[in-house]
Nanobody, 124 residues
Framework: VQLQASGGGLVQAGGSLTLSCAAP????????MAWFRQAPGKEREFVAA????????VYEDSVKGRFTISRDRAKSTVFLRMDSLKPDDTAVYYC??????????????????WGQGTLVTVSS
């Protein structure tokens, strides 16, 4: 399974970006698709997840109210709309797909498939 992430770039603090992650082979076999991020020198951390069927969403506390995860089932694509970006949001963002239960949706070890990562840089 290949996941293709795109949409990263350089943005000023307070700005917006939308990341996309396509699953060309289809995403219906997964329960959740998610976004994680990894800043330099830090561990990969959970950002947001969406249940493929039903669209239940889960967010990391620091992005609640600023980021929105959504999906287009027909295009097998998940999006991460990021508003009010802060320098602390600077990281490589990875999309992932897997079948965790809801209580484990934040655990990166529960995701089997990963995209290549896209860099988001927020300048102050």
């Amino acid at each position: 399974v290949q996941l293709q992430a795109s949409g990263g770039g350089l943005v000023q603090a307070g700005g917006s970006l939308t990341l996309s992650c396509a699953a060309p082979g289809g995403a219906s076999s997964f329960i959740y698709m998610a976004w994680f991020r990894q800043a330099p020198g830090k561990e990969r951390e959970f950002v947001a997840a969406i249940r493929w069927a039903g669209a239940t969403t889960v967010y990391e506390d620091s992005v609640k109210g600023r980021f929105t995860i959504s999906r287009d089932r027909a295009k097998s694509t998940v999006f991460l709309r990021m508003d009010s970006l802060k320098p602390d949001d600077t990281a490589v963002y990875y999309c992932a797909a897997g079948s965790p239960i809801l209580s484990a949706a934040r655990d990166r070890h529960m995701y089997k498939y990963w995209g290549q990562g896209t860099l988001v840089t927020v300048s102050s």
